[in-house]
């Protein structure tokens, strides 16, 4: 049985651990967004080829993420390590957080790791509220999906090979590898006999 000592410790791990996730959320968008205009990923291709080769996404999900860095700033990454919050929302509260804490209903909540639920309470409330008030916002369209959504998923799979083969070339935990790609192996076969 854990001890009450030891179950504070590790709520506590845990918050700076998220408090670090959201600096790290903000920074690797900052990366992104410097590898872009800088033109820094060189001969690996355009833009649109370097995303999925090397940084594991789409083009239009990279250009999401430095969209809202450049709009928000790094605040918009730390909220949403406390609460879901998508960027209509975040621009609907953001003159609510002034000094670190979102003012709602005349109290100033911190924005800290301890104060989730609060945090993730006062923004359901003025987005219901806002709601009444004004017509509601539309919430950022959806990620636009590839035109061709098979040559999407080749390249993702052409991705996830080339993260096993790196992890075979490094000092690989052969059993950890290799419970992960029979893992792979067993799903992608369940699909296929569903087809």
Known sequence: MTSSIDLGRMIGQREALDIVAARCSAAGAGLLRQLREGKDYGDCGTWEEFCPKYLHMSKDTANRIIRILDEFGPRYFEITQLTRISPATYRLIAPAIQDGSLHSNGEAIALVPENAK????????????????????AEEPAEAKPADPYLDIRQRCEGLVEAFQALMLGRPERHRLAASLENCRFKLQMMERQL
């Open 118 to 137: 609060k945090v993730a309470a006062a923004v359901a409330e003025m987005r219901r509220a806002a709601k009444v008030e004004e017509a509601p916002e």
